[in-house]
């Protein structure tokens, strides 16, 4: 599309000045002070610096209307993602000192067995996709950052600050979550705390945001309101409202199309060019799907997988029971077609899973109904060596310890000799290399 042809639709009638060469000159000469005495100083704090005839209210309240749908929508899968951990049990959370912010945590459901797939992938997926709309929503309203007087009453002073944390923490939450989803494992535990703390922050400075912007936003969506960005002198046009509104939309989109396919799978999989694609190539055939760290790269000894390997399993601090391998596979063995599910927000498609199941575990070591696990790895040090289950998700028939995926021997990498695999569980409590199995009532 031609600049010059679009222009002419939706730009005002009037004919804009030609660019002047040179800077542009301030509006006023220095003498002129304005009625309160204070004259902006020269710069970004007067009106004539910002020449682009994009900004406006249309501009501003479209992005504004887009964001309003999308973060909330953030929050609360972000939220739910945080429940999806069960971190009220041992082992489960690195987070200290959420207190009450843990207030709203409920037992996470097992169905239906995609939930946590859809979650995840929801957050980070339109996660990215709003990364141009929050640039272009902030470069829209970027002349109010050096509004002049810089505080006219404790009114502005509390609206310009709630502006700020609102700002500062959308970045913040953009920031550390696109490295997160990027390179969670580069960081330690206290990364992910800051997310999960920097969502409290925003959702405080949203509440505020909106009490006091709500009105305006709608009186700007039928171009009344919020004329201050209107540029008192605007410069010629180089592209139409509309079409920069297109151009933030098909960046979004764009973004999407590189991303998603990490959560859809099937066929769109390969399209995830910008989704990390976990740590190694899984390779072909029945274990063939993605590996998030390696046996080697965790420093599993392949003696501890090997021969040696058994599996113990008791009741709070009642007698071990000890299997080999072989023990298991003599077990009642079960099927469930079920995905991996990472927080990163990449997920498999259903794989077919074979193994013993959790209850009869429990039933084995006389564990009660309602009774959880603490699942434990040969892994010797690192955050997801262990994680605990809840009594909902012991119980249920599709959760497995499996030894065998889509017909084959799990893999080393996969977790061999048996690794946890239970309906919606986030991928992180999907322990590989089980050692031991402690059921119990956990709190
Ligand atoms: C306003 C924006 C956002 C809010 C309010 C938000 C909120 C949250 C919350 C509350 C959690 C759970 C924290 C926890 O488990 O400790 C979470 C997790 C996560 N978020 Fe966000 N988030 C935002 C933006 C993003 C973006 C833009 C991305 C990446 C594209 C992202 C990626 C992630 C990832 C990968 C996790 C799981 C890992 C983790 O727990 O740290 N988030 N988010
Ligand atoms: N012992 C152990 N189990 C683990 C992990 C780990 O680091 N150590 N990573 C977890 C994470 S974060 C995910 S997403 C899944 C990935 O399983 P996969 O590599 O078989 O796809 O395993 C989980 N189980
Ligand atoms: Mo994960």
Redesign the pocket.
């Known amino acids: 599309m031609g600049a010059s042809a679009a222009y002419g639709r939706t730009m005002p009638a009037v004919r804009p000045p030609e660019p002047r060469p040179g800077p542009h000159p301030d509006p006023a000469p220095d003498t002129a002070a304005g009625p309160g005495g204070t004259l902006p100083p020269p710069g970004p704090f007067r009106p004539a610096f910002w020449r682009s005839p994009l900004r406006g209210p249309w501009f501003t309240a479209l992005l504004g209307t887009v964001l309003l749908a999308g973060l909330p929508l953030m929050l609360l899968t972000g939220l739910l993602s945080y429940a999806a951990y069960n971190p009220d049990l041992p082992g489960n959370d690195t987070t200290p000192g959420k207190g009450l912010l843990g207030f709203y945590l409920f037992s996470w459901p097992t169905d239906p067995h995609w939930l946590y797939r859809l979650n995840q992938g929801v957050h980070v997926t339109l996660g990215v996709a709003l990364v141009p709309v929050v640039l272009a929503k902030l470069w829209s309203v970027l002349p109010r950052l050096f509004a002049w007087p810089p505080l006219r009453s404790a009114r502005h002073a509390l609206e310009r600050a709630s502006t700020l944390l609102l700002v500062g923490s959308a970045l913040f939450e953009f920031a550390t979550g696109i490295l997160n989803m990027q390179l969670f494992y580069v960081f330690p535990g206290s990364f992910y705390a800051l997310h999960f703390y920097g969502a409290w922050v925003f959702l405080a400075a949203l509440a505020v945001h909106l009490a006091t912007r709500v009105g305006k936003l709608r009186r700007g969506l039928h171009d009344r309101g919020m004329d201050e960005l209107r540029a008192t002198e605007p410069a010629p046009p180089t592209i139409t409202r509309r079409g920069a509104a297109a151009l933030v939309g098909a960046g979004s989109l764009g973004l999407v199309a590189v991303t998603a396919g990490q959560s859809i799978g099937g066929p769109l999989r390969r399209t995830a060019l910008l989704a990390p694609h976990?740590g190694a190539d899984p390779g072909e055939g029945p274990n063939g799907?993605?590996?998030?760290?390696t046996a080697a790269a965790?420093g599993i000894e392949p003696a501890d997988i090997g021969e040696r390997w058994r599996l113990v399993v008791r009741a709070g601090s009642g007698p071990r029971t000890v299997f080999t391998r072989a023990e298991l596979l003599a077990l009642p063995q079960h099927t469930a077609a079920l995905p991996?599910a990472?927080?990163e927000g990449w997920s498999?498609d259903d794989q077919m899973w074979r193994g013993v199941r959790l209850a009869d575990l429990a039933a084995l070591v006389g564990a009660g109904e309602s009774d959880g696990v603490f699942a434990e790895?040969a892994?010797q040090k690192?955050a997801?060596?262990a994680a605990s289950l809840r009594a909902n998700q012991v119980h249920d028939p599709r959760s497995l310890l499996a030894l065998h995926v889509n017909g084959a021997v799990l893999s080393r990498?996969?977790?061999y000799p048996a690794r946890i695999i239970v309906p919606a569980n986030p991928?992180?409590h999907?322990?590989?290399?089980v050692t031991r199995l402690t059921f119990g009532e956990l709190p």
């Open positions: 976990g799907f993605q590996i998030n760290k965790l991996i990472c927080v498999t790895s892994q690192g997801f060596r990498d996969h977790g991928g992180v999907n322990t590989k290399w």
